[in-house]
């Protein structure tokens, strides 16, 4: 039986990852600068639903964020699995790992019911203020959610 994570740590991307002094804090940097770029976008956009910026019309901001946010899981996600295959049985067993990836994916979530529901009428309540609740709660729910995801990254350090 194969062990996918003894499989991947032992793959020569993860070798050089932990080898090499500079690949693993060079991708590191990647992941930082495209997590960046993501949760600036989404901060950005929520902070419009909540209704900072009414000069911006929502949909304008969504159409002009929308694009830098999917575009920077190109820089995430590669740059996380890298990190990731460098160690990934202490990552699995590391809970702070495990509920940042929950947070992740509770964030997606939010995101996706917010984009097929409330976001599908924003023509009708774009202009006004306040914009309807349930957008001001999944904008909130968003950005709490992002918070935790980077503080959860962040003491994986120390954990």
């Known amino acids: 039986m194969i062990d996918p994570a003894g499989w991947l740590s032992a793959t020569p991307l993860a070798r050089a990852m932990r080898d090499s002094p500079w690949l693993y804090p060079a991708v590191e940097t990647i992941h930082i600068v495209g997590f960046c770029i993501l949760v600036g976008a989404v901060a950005m956009f929520d902070l419009r639903v909540l209704g900072w910026g009414r000069a911006l019309p929502v949909s304008a901001l969504g159409r002009h964020l929308l694009p830098w946010s999917a575009g920077s899981v190109a820089l995430v996600l590669p740059a996380g699995l890298m990190m990731f295959s460098t160690q990934p049985q202490a990552f699995l067993g590391n809970p702070l790992f495990l509920l940042k990836l929950t947070l992740i994916a509770?964030?997606?979530?939010?995101?996706?019911?917010?984009?097929v529901g409330v976001y599908r009428s924003v023509a009708a309540w774009e202009r006004t203020h306040p914009a309807p609740s349930l957008a001001r709660m999944q904008a909130s729910l968003s950005l709490a959610l992002w918070v935790a995801v980077i503080a959860c990254g962040r003491m994986l350090a120390y954990y």
């Open 106 to 115: 509770l964030a997606g979530v939010n995101a996706l019911v917010f984009h």
